[in-house]
């Protein structure tokens, strides 16, 4: 891990129990290699968990199973820094310095938030869910990282970040990172399998729509066969046209590596059920080692919670450093030791 290396930083929730195909395809691949060419961080963000409500002992578990899929997609701990949010506390203390340079209106026009409040009722939604970006802007800040690779739903969020990285250093002189997101084209929208003209998630989807991947191999199959495909029969990549054909066409050329219009010479002529049987049994073939691997590390939590603690000891030496810097520059007073 050299550090003349640019820095990469990403976080995913620990809230679903499984990834999705989604979260894999449109966020932790790009984790996974980009742990070769950047000083890579990675989280399982439980703070931002409990912005909705979560039962503890779920909480727990699916902290260490975020963990562990991590791991089994890829992570490798000597290439990456792995840790827990809640582990590192500055994510909360720069939190807060940064809710109060974030402007109340600006805040109020993240779609996510709009999104989950609406889904939740106003009088429901907690501040939390309101500043829930805002913690996020800390997570990215605090490791000046200059890459941030998510799905396309996270966008606005790092369009906030990098305004506030830039008021912050504007006010207070240069201390922080101003970052990018990294962003794939092709993946940083997968869409559900039963309706195409909604992104796969775990909150939106209906059952049939979306592939957790640690579900029986044999019910993502079937899923993946039953998928809503359009009229006509061709196989041809055209996301307004075919936007059900598209998805299956993108997620099959990330999984295998074949571009997409090798894949639509290899299927010319053939039908949607051909595509979506070879689908299936190309997903299958990718999961099952990706299953075995995290269920490693599931019966081995001693291997696992040491794995985190290291993460989190070189996660908050470079978190307290960025944290004493923006102290300092806010003006507050030193601790004397
Ligand atoms: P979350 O589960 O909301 O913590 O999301 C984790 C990561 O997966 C984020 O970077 C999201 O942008 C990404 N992601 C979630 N759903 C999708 C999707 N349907 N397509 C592509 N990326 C996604
Ligand atoms: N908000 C992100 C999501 O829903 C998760 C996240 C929290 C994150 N902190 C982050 C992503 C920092 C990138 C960088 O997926």
Known sequence: MASDRPRVLSGIQPTAGSFHLGNYLGAVRQWVAMQETHDAFYMVVDLHAITVPQDPAELRANTRLAAAQLLGAGLDPDRCTLFVQ???????????????????????????????????GADRATVGLFTYPILQIADILLYQANAVPVGEDQRQHIEL???????FNGRYGQTFTVPAPYIVKETAKIFDLQDPAIKMSKSASAPKGIINLL???????????????DTGTEIRFDETGKPGISNLLTIYSTLTGAG??????????????????DLAEVFVDWVTPFRARTQEFLDDPETLDSILAKGAEKARAVA????AQAYDRVGFLPAKH
Request: charged share 30%; aromatic share 6%; hydrophobic share 30%.
């Open 215 to 229: 579900d029986e191999p044999k019910t993502s199959a079937k899923k993946i066969k039953s998928a809503v495909t």
């Open 161 to 167: 970040t990098r305004d506030l990285a830039e008021r």
């Open 320 to 323: 307290a450093e960025t944290l």
């Open 260 to 277: 997409v219009s090798e894949l639509e010479k290899k299927y010319e002529g053939k039908g949607y059920g051909a595509l979506k049987t």
């Open 86 to 120: 809640s582990h590192v506390p500055e994510h909360a203390q720069l939190g807060w310095v940064m809710n109060c340079l974030t402007g109340f209106g600006e805040a109020s026009r993240m779609t996510q938030f709009k999104d989950k409040s609406a889904k939740q």
